[in-house]
């Protein structure tokens, strides 16, 4: 379809055809229009349109509805966290359109998921403090009873491109999506929010919520309220003020973790987890009883040692500080489940992981991160079957998750304990190509592949460890395999053996 703009006259035709729009839907339309070759943000809109006066993000929401009626709503295109951008009407052709097939099937109960919003600040350094609230949003959404909510790790790997919001809806399994924006003057934020049907692009809901950075937390929690509230009348607000936590004092502190979870969640690198240790450690100084740092800095632990950045005897460091966590906590579902694992994996205390697991999954059964952790667990128990059961679902609840390596790792590892090594090798490889630091990934291909006979791949695989970790010998692998299984430790332990490392 040919869209012409004539912005001299302020008039527009659709294929040749006169369109009947107002006066600041025009002006809309043409600042996109001379921009189309780019993302144009929501606040330079707001000051080319609406220049020198004070008004809502909700004006432009308005015009932008108005507009893609007019022209067809794939005209616009929704970049969550950032603006609009206007494109073509030619349709997505079908060898680039993901496979319907293979997309999730609906929930039968509300299921949402919230986009990441555009930061409206002034200061591109807010991001990360924006991208915390809508996190923290998702967190409190995901403790509703009633509501299913994809996991942030899969939201945020929209941030910043050009979407058809019918189609996140499709990609992720929702029907409905949560977009907003976030200003500040001084120490003063607004939240602008938006509830969307995905499929129909309708607003059925927006709000603003106004508190100063001293109120994040309570701010925060006003939001997954309201928003709980419009997707299912019938939820009780009892449930939504389940969502209300205030997890510390020192905003400097809730700050640092901030910061700290993209360093220490998926390690990259050894200076990544220095970084994001120091900054973690800060935040316990401001906060001695943070449970939030306290739980993080497990996690970091945890991931020093299965990719290998650090010794089992380092790793070993924070068991003071889970156990502190596992004896205080018992409401943050993800202090739980990082406690909780930690203890397992580095502890050897299974009853006391998974006690802690099973805890964060009643708290919150939406957490795609509780339940992998959980998988883990019930894989070290040899549990085979409902570990699968957890990986799998961890996947459905956040197809974009950052770790699906490690779930598909997961999933591997139990197909191994089951003796399903050709299964195995397949989820094996994809881990290792999604996730090549993590080591254990490493560790158990070895021992499948020399089980069935690909012994120059297995002996590749050694190589690797060994460059990563020359003192490694098969009795540290003994020692600290967290897997009770007997036939898995056999299976690697002479894999070791075979391929070079001492005993």
């Known amino acids: 379809m040919a869209l012409e703009v004539f912005d001299d006259q302020r008039r527009a035709q659709l294929d040749g055809r006169e369109l009947s729009i107002g006066a600041r839907a025009f002006d809309v339309l043409a600042y996109l229009f001379a921009h189309s070759d780019r993302v144009v943000s929501k606040a330079e809109l707001l000051e080319h349109v609406w220049s020198g006066m004070i008004v809502e993000e909700g004006n432009l929401s308005v015009q932008i509805a108005g507009l893609r009626k007019a022209l067809g709503k794939d005209r616009i295109k929704t970049v969550p966290g950032v603006g609009y951008r206007l494109t073509g009407a030619e349709a997505v052709p079908e060898t680039q359109a993901p496979e319907t097939a293979r997309r999730p099937d609906l929930p039968q109960i509300p299921s949402l998921a919230v986009l990441p919003f555009a930061n409206l600040t002034g200061s591109g350094d807010q991001d990360y403090l924006v991208d915390g609230i809508v996190t923290e949003i998702i967190s409190a959404l995901s403790r509703v009873s009633g509501i299913f909510v994809i996991s942030s790790t899969s939201t945020f790997t929209y941030k910043g491109r050009s979407v058809d919001l019918a189609e996140v809806g499709q990609e992720l399994g929702v029907r409905y999506l949560l977009e907003g924006s976030i200003q500040a003057a001084g120490n003063r934020l607004r939240i602008f929010t938006q509830l969307i049907e995905a499929e129909a692009g309708h607003t059925i809901w927006q709000e603003r919520f106004d508190g100063s950075s001293e109120d994040i937390f309570d701010l925060q929690d006003e939001v997954a309220a309201h928003v709980a509230g419009a997707l299912e009348p019938k939820l009780q607000s009892v449930e939504a003020e389940l969502t ?18 993209p360093l220490t969640l998926r390690l990259h690198s050894i200076g990544n987890l220095e970084t994001g240790l120091t900054l973690l450690h800060r935040a316990l100084e401001l906060d001695p009883g943070y449970i939030k740092a306290k739980a993080m800095i497990c996690y970091a632990h945890t991931s020093a040692f299965a990719t290998r950045w650090w010794t089992f005897e380092q790793a070993e460091a924070a068991l003071p500080l889970a156990r502190e966590v596992l004896d205080q906590e018992r409401e943050d579902a993800l202090a ?3 406690a909780g694992h930690y203890m397992a994996y580095i502890g050897h205390d299974y009853s006391e992981g998974l006690s802690a697991l099973r805890l964060a999954e009643r708290l919150n059964p939406n957490s795609a991160t509780v339940s992998m952790l959980l998988g883990w667990v019930l894989i070290y128990e040899e549990q085979n079957d409902a570990a699968i059961a957890q990986l799998e679902r961890a996947k459905r609840i956040s197809p974009l998750h950052p770790h699906t390596a490690v779930m598909n790792s997961g999933i591997a590892n139990a197909l191994t304990q089951k003796g ?20 254990s990934n490493q560790l158990g291909l070895i021992g499948v592949y020399w089980a069935l006979g690909r012994h120059d791949e297995a002996q590749q695989m050694a190589d690797w460890l060994r460059d990563k970790v020359p003192e490694m010998t098969v009795s540290t692998f003994a020692r600290t395999v967290p897997q009770r299984s007997k036939s898995f430790l056999t299976l690697v332990t002479d894999a070791l053996k075979e391929t070079g490392f001492p005993d």
């Open 336 to 338: 739980l489940c990082y």
């Open 420 to 439: 399903d090594l050709e299964g195995a090798v397949t989820y094996y490889e994809i881990a290792r190509a999604e996730y090549p630091e993590f080591a």
């Open 244 to 261: 209300r936590t205030k997890p510390t004092d020192s905003l400097t502190a809730y700050d640092l973790c901030l910061q700290a979870a």
